[in-house]
């Protein structure tokens, strides 16, 4: 069983799918701690009715990056956290504290990267007239929405799609590919080899999340 620690900034559906598969008896993982920097996030209650710990660190009550960085990794530290998982996040974190924890802190992001790293995803894909988009589950560089990817989900844009239709569609997905990606983590089956990703006894049919209709 690995313990894991959530960081937080917003509704926290994420959050909500890991909590849910947490609570299986099979899943090989916990959640010790939710980390929040913003104190009205929605993720909060999430965690407080499932009785996971929570901690509110506000970067706005840090001078600086690094302060709010050591913070963060001494809440960490102290919960026993041997995993990071990053869900709706919406802080950078320094070089210093993503190589502490390289290669034990994932993120999802709701494209398929390296396409359209950063903000307003969605109406990027749609405005490069792409047919397919999707989410990422992937280990955490220094650099922006950038690292080894464990799982991805493809995710058709139908015609005259708008952005609040496609993010929803593709949110319901991540919620699939966040819990399999922490999964093979915890299991142990996730190496990573330079830049790329291999899963031990990978059940690839399972794996690929390919959703090329309008649900
Ligand atoms: C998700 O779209 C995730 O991909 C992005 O931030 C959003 C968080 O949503 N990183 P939620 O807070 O998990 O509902």
Redesign the pocket.
């Known amino acids: 069983m690995i313990d894991v620690a959530v960081l937080?900034?917003?509704?926290?559906?994420?959050?909500q799918a890991l909590i849910d598969n947490c609570a299986r008896d099979d899943f090989p993982a916990r959640i010790v701690l939710v980390i929040s920097n913003n104190p009205d996030a929605k993720?909060l209650e999430r965690a407080e009715k499932a009785g996971i710990p929570t901690k509110v660190i506000n970067h706005r009550d840090y001078p600086d990056q690094e302060t709010y960085d050591d913070q963060l990794d001494e809440a960490l530290n102290e919960c026993g956290a041997k995993l990071i998982c990053?869900?709706?996040f919406m802080r950078i974190l320094d070089a210093r504290f993503v190589n502490r924890w390289r290669n034990r802190m994932l993120?999802?992001?709701?494209s398929l990267l390296p396409s359209f790293k950063g903000l307003h995803t969605h109406e990027r894909a749609i405005e490069a007239g792409v047919r397919f988009t999707g989410?990422t589950v992937h280990f955490v560089n220094p650099e922006l929405d950038d690292g080894p990817i464990i799982t991805q989900a493809v995710v058709a844009i139908n015609p005259d799609e708008g952005a609040d239709s496609l993010?929803e569609r593709?949110?319901s997905q991540?919620h699939i590919i966040y819990p399999q990606a922490l999964k093979l983590v915890a299991e142990g089956r996730v190496r990573v080899v330079g830049n790329k990703v291999t899963i031990r006894d990978a059940d690839y049919e399972n794996l690929m999340c390919v959703n090329p209709k309008a649900e």
Do not use: V
């Open positions: 937080i900034s917003g509704s926290g559906t994420n959050l993720g990053l869900a709706g993120n999802i992001h709701p989410c993010a593709i949110l991540e």
